[in-house]
């Protein structure tokens, strides 16, 4: 029985978010909280995805003893298509694929973000944006030109770690599975926000050269910080290729996997993971209604539709920062003493100077 066309949107439109806010919550780690511009985020989404590519199916192809003439790119259909028909019939063995996949695009990213820390300990501001950015388009043109990584500009088809699910379902569950991880990123974000390395990043970000005199190994934080950041994004790409089961570097492009993060953290307010989730709903929620009520669109607009999304998240970004710079929902300062104690100590202060 198909699922109501309701109920098909919503769960499109939770997927999506899902992704989005995972990547948007790794830059906010970046840039909301260390201060690191990082224009090449899809250098990390990107690697996630052709880990997803790469590497699990041909292990999986190798494990399952599948005949040693049929190459995982040249004969990816096929290989593909027999894999799935085992995974149909082990749903521990698919979960257990998920994991592990996840876990190694995540390392995947990690390592990427370490070469990418190369430069970042060096460059600062418009400097190290550019050399971000470039080093994500020389990835991505790598993906789309050499064929044995993940089939060039044609792409490869990855098994399904969803198929034992079956018709109607699989994409519901791809959802549910995108939003246990998106919370799991948030909850650890938070942690990670409130706790003294949170107000150190916080501290680089403000002054770098107070953070310095205070003994803080500066370098080091933006180190980790892009590691984590990366192997953060990273998951979101494999997640990604996992809903669309293939790997394709065209799908992958600076638009949709930097700029636009960009915008959800700066519309939903930068340094703080609440407002990135609401940047990436508000973008996702927009992109998906018009994609998806398309053809009643075409109807009112006097241009072609593809560009109303364009249009409309661009206003928003200039509303934003014209009205309200700090994002809508701002930064919360930070607190290093409770206030409770701060109006105790105050009241102490002043009944010994009375005194």
């Not at 990816?76 to 521990?92: G, K, R, W, Y």
């Not at 791809?174 to 939003?179: F, K, N, P």
């Not at 940047?279 to 998806?292: E, H, K, Q, S, Y």
């Not at 003493?337 to 701060?342: A, C, G, N, R, T």
Request: proline residues 5%; charged residues 15%.
């Amino acid at each position: 029985m198909a699922l109501p066309i309701p109920l098909t949107f919503l769960i499109d439109l939770l997927t999506f978010f899902g992704i989005f806010a995972i990547i948007s919550m790794s830059l906010n780690l970046e840039f909301g909280y260390a201060g690191i511009p990082n224009f090449g985020k899809l250098l990390a989404v990107a690697g996630g995805a052709f880990f997803v590519g790469a590497i699990p199916g041909r292990v999986i192809a190798y494990l399952f003893n599948l005949p040693a003439e049929f190459d995982f790119i040249t004969n990816n259909l096929e290989v593909v298509s027999s894999i799935n028909q085992i995974l149909m019939f082990e749903p521990v063995t698919s979960i257990f694929y998920l994991l592990v996949s996840l876990i190694g695009a995540a390392l995947s990213g990690a390592a990427l973000g370490y070469i990418a820390s190369y430069p970042g300990i060096r460059l600062r501001g418009d400097y190290l944006a550019m050399t971000l950015l470039a080093m994500a388009e020389v990835f991505r043109i790598v993906g789309d030109n050499w064929e044995p990584f993940v089939g060039g500009s044609l792409g490869v088809r990855i098994p399904d770690p969803f198929r034992w699910v079956g018709g109607e379902y699989r994409p519901l569950y791809v959802a549910l599975t995108i939003l246990l991880v998106t919370a799991a990123i948030f909850i650890y974000l938070e942690l990670v926000s409130r706790s003294p390395l949170g107000r150190t990043l916080r501290a680089i970000r403000d002054d770098e050269l107070s953070a310095r005199v205070y003994g803080k190994d500066v370098d080091r934080l933006r180190i980790k910080t892009l590691i984590v950041g990366c192997a953060i994004a990273a998951i979101g790409g494999a997640l990604y290729s996992f809903l669309t089961a293939s790997v394709s570097a065209r799908d992958f492009n600076r638009v949709t996997h930097t700029f636009w993060p960009w915008v959800m953290v700066i519309v939903g307010g930068a340094g703080n993971n609440l407002g990135a989730l609401i940047g990436a709903g508000i973008f996702v929620t927009l992109r998906r209604l018009i994609t998806f009520y398309k053809s009643y669109f075409e109807t009112i607009v006097p241009f072609d539709v593809v560009w109303l999304e364009y249009m409309l998240l661009g206003l928003a970004l200039i509303l934003v920062l014209l009205y309200r710079p700090e994002g809508l929902v701002p930064e919360r300062p930070t607190k290093t003493l409770k206030h409770s104690y701060i109006v105790k100590l105050i009241s102490r202060i002043k009944s010994n100077e009375g005194a």
